[in-house]
Every structure is written in structure tokens, then in C-alpha cells.
């Protein structure tokens, strides 16, 4: 491809501002799985990660069959180009893909369970305490007692009953 096969432009006269070079370029999105295969160095690796990245299946499946250790270059050009996050730890000077990949998918399932805990003590916390807004509301209904009275028979705690009391 040359580089006026390049632009999205085809205008001769902008054209001819530029000096037109014949570019080889290798483009993972265009690479069939059998010329990837070619590749036996890490630039293989990468290059299948950054054709797979938008496919989590192929993706898992390429990392899994990877045996390629990255070194720094190797993983600051997929985070440019893929934004996959991994990272070396102090004193490494290469990582292990499949073993950085599964280290990775257990941070972000170990972050979403305890979102999802928080969220969840979250909701049962609020339900909980809308059940026992209606409970005194229906207590004091039913019952003619005043706030004070319906929240003592329903044991809400001393430090809580300003709060409640608002809300009723």
C-alpha cells in the first residue's frame, strides 16, 4: 500500500504536497489465522491479541494457547492499542500472558463480587428500613400511639428515632 493509498483523500493537489512511498504495513485485523501462525516471537502474540480484542471468546482462547512471555514494549503497545491493562510487578522484567490474563480476570471478578455485595447490603439496608418506616406508620395508625410509643414497641434503637422520626 503506498502511502497516497493511505488517505482518505483524493484530491491530486493535496496529493501532489505529499511524496508518495510504498509503506508495508501489517494489519491484525486482516490477518487470517494461518498467517498469524507465521509468526513465532511475541510480535505473533500481540498481534492476535490486538486482532482478538474485540472478541472475548478468540481472545481467551489465543492467551490460553500463548507460551510467549511480553517484556515492557510488548505490553505498553497492547495498552495503546487494546487497553488491556497488564502490568509488570516491581523487578519483572517480562510476564507470563496467560498467567498475567487469569491474575487480571480474577482482580475484576473479585472487584464486581464486592460491588455487588455493597450493593446488595445497600438495597437490603434500604428495605429494611422502609419495612420498619411502614411498620410505625401502621402501628400509629392502627394503634393511635405517637411516634415515641410506636417506636419503642418496635425496639428501634435510641440513636436512630431523631432519624425516624423525621421521616414518619
Known amino acids: 500500500m503506498s502511502l497516497h493509498e493511505m488517505f482518505h483523500v483524493r484530491d491530486r493537489r493535496i496529493l501532489s504536497l505529499v511524496p508518495d512511498y510504498q509503506i508495508h504495513l501489517i494489519a491484525p485485523f486482516g490477518l487470517s489465522d494461518q498467517e498469524l501462525d507465521k509468526f513465532h516471537t511475541s510480535l505473533g502474540e500481540v498481534l492476535s491479541l490486538i486482532k482478538y480484542a474485540n472478541d472475548k471468546g478468540r481472545m481467551d482462547q489465543a492467551i490460553r494457547n500463548s507460551?510467549?512471555?511480553?517484556?515492557?514494549?510488548?505490553?505498553?503497545?497492547?495498552d495503546r492499542c487494546i487497553n488491556m491493562k497488564l502490568e509488570l510487578k516491581d523487578g519483572e522484567e517480562e510476564v507470563e500472558l496467560c498467567k498475567a490474563w487469569?491474575?487480571?480476570?480474577?482482580?475484576?471478578?473479585?472487584?464486581?463480587?464486592?460491588?455487588?455485595?455493597?450493593e446488595t447490603a445497600e438495597r437490603v439496608a434500604e428495605?429494611?428500613?422502609a419495612t420498619l418506616l411502614q411498620d410505625l406508620r401502621n402501628l400509629m395508625e392502627t394503634l393511635h400511639l405517637s411516634a415515641e410509643q410506636a417506636m419503642a414497641a418496635l425496639k428501634v434503637p435510641e440513636a436512630e428515632r431523631s432519624r425516624f422520626?423525621?421521616?414518619?
Not at 487469569?102 to 473479585?110: H, L, Q, S
Not at 422520626?165 to 414518619?168: D, L, N, P, Q, W
Open 165 to 168: 422520626s423525621a421521616m414518619i
Open 127 to 129: 428495605t429494611a428500613e
Open 102 to 118: 487469569e491474575d487480571m480476570k480474577k482482580e475484576v471478578e473479585e472487584k464486581t463480587a464486592a460491588r455487588i455485595a455493597a
Open 67 to 78: 507460551h510467549q512471555k511480553l517484556r515492557k514494549e510488548e505490553i505498553d503497545v497492547l
